[in-house]
Every structure is written in C-alpha cells, then in structure tokens.
C-alpha cells in the first residue's frame, strides 16, 4: 500500500523550495541518502528542483497578476484590460493651440434714405468673397511640425461662441476699400497620415493594422468607391452623429435660428462602419464585421415574425435575453468591405516637443481653401484667397507622451464607473454644456429633479444660451433641438427629460464709498467698477448663485485707496424697450440677513450693461444717500 506523504503546498521561492525538499529527503529516505553537504551530488539534484519550482511558481504568479488591472505591467495586457472596462488608451498627446485666421474682404455699398428723404451710402464688408477653411486643415511651424483644426471655419458664420471680428483693413478717399475678418480656432498638434488597404473575397470580421508611432486617431476612411466608413466605438453601434448646415433649403423651420445654433444635429445609421483598438503603442488594428454586403439584416424593423429569429434550436422565447442592437440573433455588426480599397486618413504627432512657442505657426495649406460662392471677379477673389494668414498668439500647450501605466489603470476604472451615460442629474447637466459649438453653445444649465414621493419622474434641464455680445439669451428652437438629439444618444432608456428655458433677472448695482486723503476719487471710482465688472461678469456665474452683498463690500474695500463702503445697493432692471429681461423681480423682498436669493423657479443675475449699470460714488465721511464730497460728486 503507497504511503500518504505529508506535502507543503505553499512554498513560492527557492530557499523554501529548497528546505523543504531537504525536510522531505530526511523524513521519507533517512537511510537512503544523508549528505546534505553544498557540494554533494544530492544537493545539486534538490537546488535544481527547486530552481525549477521558483521559476514555474514566478510564472504562475505573473499570470495572475496579469489578469488584474491593478497589477498588470505589461503594456498589451493594460490595453486589453482597458478595453474591458471601456476606455480607449491614449498613445500620445497632443497639444493644444488657439489659432487665428485673417483674411481680406472687399467693401459693398448699399443705400439707405433718411427721414429727410435723403441718399446715404453705407459701407459694409461684402461676405461674398468671405472664404471656407475645411475641417482638419494643417498648419506648419517653420521647421514642418503639424497642427490641425478640428472644426471648419466659415466667416459668413458669427454667433457668440464664434464671433467674426471685424476691422477696416484699407482706406481709399475716406471711406473703406478693404475689411480684415478675424476668426479663432482651437488647433491640435499632428500631421494627416494616410494608408490603403485591399480586401478581396468578404470574410467574417477581417482585421487590419496601423503600425506607425504616435497615433492619435483615424480621421476618416473611404473605399475606391467613395463611400464613406464611419469610426464606432464598438461593432455593435448602429448609430453615429452627422450635421448639416442650418440653412432654409435644409430646414425651412429652423433656418432663422442660424446664428445660435449654425449646424443641426441629427443621427444616421450605418452599416459601414469599423472599430479600432490599440495592441500596442504603435499598433491600431481596425476591424469590420461580418455581413456580406448583398445580404445584410440591419435595417429590418421588429415585428412578431422576426423578433428572436436566429436563436438556437427555436429555444423558449420567455427567458431569452434581448437587445435592441441586435434583435434577430444575427453576428452581423457591419458589413465587411470586399472587393475594394480604403483609404484611412489618421492624426499622427503629438509629444513634448509639440509644445511650440508663440507666433510661431504661420504657414497654412491652402488646399482645403475655398469661395462659397462661385460667380465672384476672379482678379479680386485671387487677392482675397492670397490674403488669409494664420498665426498662434500664445504658446501650445498640453502635448505629452501618452497614458503612463498609472494613468491607464485610473482613467480605465474611472470610465467603468459611467459608461458613457447620463445616470444622475449632475450627467445631464455635464453633458449639456459638453455639446460641441457648432451646434449651439449652452452658457448655462441646471437641472432639478423630481421630489421625492412625485409620481411626475420628469427631470426639467434648465437652459440658457448668450448672443454675440456675451448677453444672455434663450435658447433657439434649434439649439434646443440640437440638445436633444445629443443627449438622447446617452439617455437611460426609462428618463424623461424636459428642456426649459431658465429666467433672466437683470440688474444694477449703486454703491457709496469713503477715500483716503490724497487719492483721486475718479481713479479709485474707476478701479472699482473694474473689480465688479469682473465680479459681475456672466462667466462667473451659475443659475441659482444668491448675491452677498457682504462680497461686494470685500472687494471694494481690497481696493487702493477705499477707506469704507458706507452703502451697497441693488435694484432691478426690467423692460425689453430698454434692452432688459422682461422680468421684474422684487429685490427688496428677497433680501435676508445681506443675501439676495433668487427665486424658486432657476434664474440668474446678470448684469447686463456693466457700462451703466454699476454706478459709484464718493461720499465724505458722515454723509449718504445724495452727499458726495467735492471731488468725487461724478457718477460712474
């Protein structure tokens, strides 16, 4: 009968290895072998085994430890582990730079008749000859580094997000010959790669990869057909955000709402379309899916005859788990390209050294320039297309070499967290204010929930939106549109959300102070109205932020040459023939213990012409209301 040995299973390194096997040696064989010496032919026999145990449990541990996204090291299983959770692994960074584009447009001259009944001539620049600079435009520093716009520019185009400034340029018999058009871009550090693949018999998700360094991402992708191949997060999306241009041939209904919100927002399926993933820093692979293009199934709309048609063995429908990507049980996901060669267009750069200095981008690529307009004199567009210039005033900044190992592990955690959707309140109100610019700028949200014990589980997102002068405004039928449309791609299916327009109060604010001897009262009257101004500026300010008046009084007596504030008052401006919100708001009634609250219903404060409505004046100690002293008596 074999004897039970007494075996350690817990033993990971190569002294216990060792001891161990020395214990087993002289407890099962005490007379079969007995020199335990170093250099005994025994010991030789005992140490490899247990070099060969340490080894084998070294491995063992490494892939475990692999499996966890705490503990990986290795950089192709961090970005495995990191798809898992849902992130998309950053191999580079690139900077950031705000660029400026000029150009040069011609004056026209329209007529108007006065009261008296007599001719003027108006001059105003003729955007005819405004020009179009194309989305992923390039510019170059003088020693060839790349950046690229993520956004086209259209000087027809102002709104307060993206405002034209406008100059005169040129002079001729005192009037205007020439207008110099201003526009600002956010710029990215990178060059436009290109690189074709062909595929020939279709098969079931065929992959293909990008091996280049710094790859920031694919730009887009195009078959010799021309057709177009949308980027999906995963296989599984169906839908992705596309835009059109706001005008009355593509929306009569919302057309006049082109200043607030220049493109419309819409959603589009597609079935030609490819994920990517990284599998290591200077690997992308692509991948498609497995429909045959003659015979796709994604555009059949459920009904009972096809709800459930692929399952196995026509299995019991009642405890089949469904999804609304793919009803039919089919392993589609896309169609797979055959027969044809695509063209990927990626962004390549990024890194410290994209950090370039100011002034020093200023040679752009033309080629992606062009006249909306097609009848114009040729003599003077060629000098207008001549004239466009670009330039960085500031320095780039934020270029960097990617997700370090760390970053990896904290950014793949935190995106498991949300997923991508809108589960609290606070994700609504995020996501609102996150919607690209092109589609309407939202200036200010808030949202409130339901009270507890409703049944109504409606949540109201409040919205505000500002003009060209940074005033603010209501938010357009087609912005609202606009927002809608986006946050319904990231909506929990059982949420309601409504979109209200927020209430503006405007107001103005009077204040009194005392100087010190020996300062100039116009001076210090000046700086003071500064320091509100920028208070008071509407950036700063949130829907439902109370006013204390005991900060107003901070900042004025911070100011140089203020020796008190002998009173601070705030009242409120009313009425659309004078410019304000149609609103009245009782000020007084809502003032408690030096704090002006706002309403129950979400509003905001503003101060709408800070020009003229923050008034100051210097009184002499011992005086108010109408006192003033002899030098400082002026209203500012």
């Known amino acids: 009968m074999a004897v039970r040995r007494n075996i350690n299973y817990t033993n990971k390194n190569f002294r216990d290895y060792r001891s161990q096997l020395i214990n087993y040696s002289q407890t099962y064989f005490p007379n079969t072998y007995t020199d335990f010496t170093e250099t005994s032919p025994g010991m030789m026999f005992i140490e490899q085994a247990a070099y060969v145990g340490d080894v084998l449990s070294f491995y063992l541990d490494n892939q475990v430890q692999e499996n966890f996204l705490q503990y990986a090291r290795q950089s192709d299983n961090l970005y495995d582990l990191s798809y898992m959770y849902g992130y998309k692994p950053k191999v580079t960074g690139l900077s950031s730079v705000e660029l400026s584009f000029y150009q040069l447009v011609p004056s026209k001259i329209s007529s108007s008749i006065d009261p008296g009944g007599n001719t003027n001539d108006i001059y105003s620049p003729d955007f005819d000859f405004a020009l179009y600079v194309s989305e992923n435009t390039i510019s170059k520093t003088d020693s060839g580094l790349s950046f690229t716009i993520e956004d086209p520019i259209d000087f027809t185009v102002s709104n307060s997000m993206d405002p034209t400034e406008i100059s005169i340029a040129q002079v001729s018999n005192n009037e205007p010959s ?15 790669k290109s690189i074709n693949f062909t595929f020939d018999e279709p098969i079931e998700f065929p992959t293909v990869t990008i091996q280049d360094n710094n ?25 992705i955000f596309t835009n059109i241009k706001n005008t009355n041939v593509n929306d009569p209904n919302n057309y006049q709402d082109s200043d607030n919100a220049p493109y419309l927002l819409q959603t589009q399926q ?31 709309i459920p009904n009972p005859m096809n709800v459930g048609l692929g399952l196995p063995f026509e299995r019991d429908k009642l405890t089949t788990a469904y999804s609304p990507t793919n009803f039919i049980f089919t392993n589609t996901y896309g169609i797979a390209p055959s027969f044809k060669t695509l063209t990927f267009r990626y962004l390549k750069g990024g890194g410290v050294s994209s950090n370039v200095s100011a002034n020093s981008i200023t040679k752009l690529n033309t080629s992606t320039v062009r006249f909306q307009k097609q009848t114009l004199n040729s003599t003077v567009a060629q000098t207008i297309f001549d004239s466009i210039q670009v330039t960085n005033d500031s320095a780039a900044s934020g270029g960097n070499n990617g997700d370090s190992t760390e970053e990896l592990r904290q950014n793949s955690i935190s995106q498991m967290s949300s997923q991508l959707r809108n589960v609290t309140a ?70 309601t959300v409504n979109i209200k327009d927020a209430f503006v109060v405007n107001i103005g604010i009077n204040y009194e102070i005392i100087t010190l001897p020996d300062y100039n009262n116009s001076n210090i009257l000046t700086a003071c109205n500064v320091a509100l101004q920028n208070f008071f500026n509407i950036n700063n300010w949130q829907i439902n932020q109370p006013i204390l008046l005991r900060d107003l009084s901070i900042i004025l007596d911070n100011i140089n040459g203020v020796q008190t504030v002998n009173n601070i008052s705030i009242s409120n401006k009313a009425g659309t023939q004078s410019g304000y919100s149609e609103y009245a708001y009782d000020v007084a009634g809502a003032l408690q213990n030096g704090t002006i609250f706002p309403s129950i219903d979400p509003m905001i404060f503003e101060v709408k012409y800070p020009n003229t409505d923050i008034i100051g004046r210097v009184v002499t100690l011992g005086q108010g209301g109408g006192g003033t002293s002899n030098g400082g008596g002026r209203n500012y």
């Open 426 to 495: 606070d994700d609504y109100l995020v996501r609102a204010l996150s919607m690209p610019p092109k589609y309407g700028i939202i200036s200010k949200a808030i949202t409130q929930k339901p009270k507890a014990n409703d049944p109504n589980t409606t949540l109201d997102l409040y919205v505000l939106s500002t003009n060209i002068n940074n005033n603010l405004t209501y938010a357009s039928k087609a912005l609202k549109s606009n927002l809608r449309t986006y946050i319904n791609q990231y909506r929990m299916i059982g949420d």
């Open 270 to 300: 597609v079935q030609n379309r490819f994920a990517t993933r990284f599998l290591q820093s200077n690997k992308l692979q692509i991948q498609f899916g497995s429909g045959n293009p003659l015979n796709t199934t994604e555009d059949i």
């Open 178 to 192: 020439y207008y110099l058009l201003k526009k600002n871009r956010k710029a990215l550090s990178g060059a436009i």
């Open 215 to 239: 790859i920031a991402g694919i730009l887009d992708c195009r078959d010799s057909e021309g057709e177009i191949w949308s980027e999906v997060s995963y296989l599984g999306q169906e839908q």
